[in-house]
Every structure is written in C-alpha cells, then in structure tokens.
C-alpha cells in the first residue's frame, strides 16, 4: 500500500508537467506559411459588363454582381488593367476606387477586388460649404471662430 501511495505522488505531477510542455514540443518543428501579400491601389473604371443579381446562398436575399474593366492609376501595378467581379458597391464607368491586389503565396495568383470607392472629392465639397455657410451666417464674427 506505501509503495502505490509514493509512486501515485510522483506520477501526476510528473503528468501534470508533461502535460503543460506537450504543446510546446509537439509544434515545435511545424512548417512556417507566408502570408498573403496585400496592396491597396487607385483605380479607375474603364467599363462594366455582365451586371446580374445573384441570390445569397442561405438567405434568399439578393445581391448585385457586376465585372468590372478597370485601370490601375497608381501603385506598383500603375496602368495596367484588369478585369474582375465586383460585389461589394456599384460602380459606373468613370468611378475612381481604391482596388485591393491580393497576391496567394501558395500559388502566386492574383485576385481583385473593391476596397472602397474614393472618396476625397466629396470631402473637400463638403469643406468648402462649410466655410461657405460659416460665412454666410457667422458674418465676420463666423470668419474670426474659424480662424481662431
């Protein structure tokens, strides 16, 4: 009976340690995946074809596609076009958006997609009425809060 009392001692915390630093060892010489490399490009939207509605597996909702003809204006990949579907935001010829490159590391493909449309344009409209309308109805007192 002591001798099944002395080795039941020893033997789950010598488990318990075993246990904690299996994990450890067990991944210790697994294969390291690069990731995905991944860019974000302006582009612009030379033409649209192919515009449908596809219903969403599950859901019975329905959701626009299009695929999109576009060049790419700045970035590494500047003046190249490419074509791709879109399903995310519509779009019309002439939009300018952000486009996302993404490069597989498994197999070097190349896929395409919408990030987001740009923006910047509407932003400074915006601007500019502001300090319009500040003027406007702040007069002078109105020029002096924006200034200050």
Same mark, same amino acid.
């Given at each position: 009976?002591?001798?099944?009392?002395?080795?039941?001692?020893?033997?789950?915390p010598a488990v318990f340690i075993l246990s904690c630093f299996l994990p450890f060892i067990?991944?210790?010489?697994? +294969? =390291?995946?690069?990731?995905? !490399?991944? @860019?974000?490009?302006?582009?612009?939207?030379?033409?649209?074809?192919?515009?449908? $509605?596809?219903?969403?597996?599950?859901?019975? +909702? =329905?959701?626009?596609?299009? !695929?999109? @003809?576009?060049?790419?204006?700045?970035?590494?990949?500047?003046?190249?076009?490419? $074509?791709f579907t879109n399903d995310y935001t519509q779009l019309a010829p002439g939009d300018i958006?952000?486009?996302?490159h993404t490069t597989s590391s498994l197999d070097g493909t190349d896929y395409y997609s919408?990030?987001?449309?740009?923006?910047?344009?509407?932003?400074?409209?915006?601007?500019?009425?502001?300090?319009?309308?500040?003027?406007?109805?702040?007069?002078?007192?109105?020029?002096?809060?924006?200034?200050?």
């Open positions: 009976m002591e001798i099944k009392k002395r080795l039941s001692r020893g033997f789950f067990s991944f210790a010489q697994s +294969a =390291t995946v690069t990731p995905e !490399t991944q @860019t974000i490009e302006k582009a612009k939207v030379i033409s649209v074809s192919n515009q449908t $509605t596809e219903t969403i597996q599950g859901t019975g +909702a =329905t959701e626009p596609v299009q !695929t999109l @003809t576009a060049q790419i204006v700045s970035g590494p990949d500047a003046n190249q076009v490419v $074509t958006f952000y486009l996302r919408v990030s987001d449309p740009y923006r910047l344009n509407v932003l400074l409209e915006l601007a500019v009425a502001l300090v319009v309308l500040i003027i406007v109805f702040g007069g002078l007192q109105g020029v002096r809060g924006f200034m200050s």
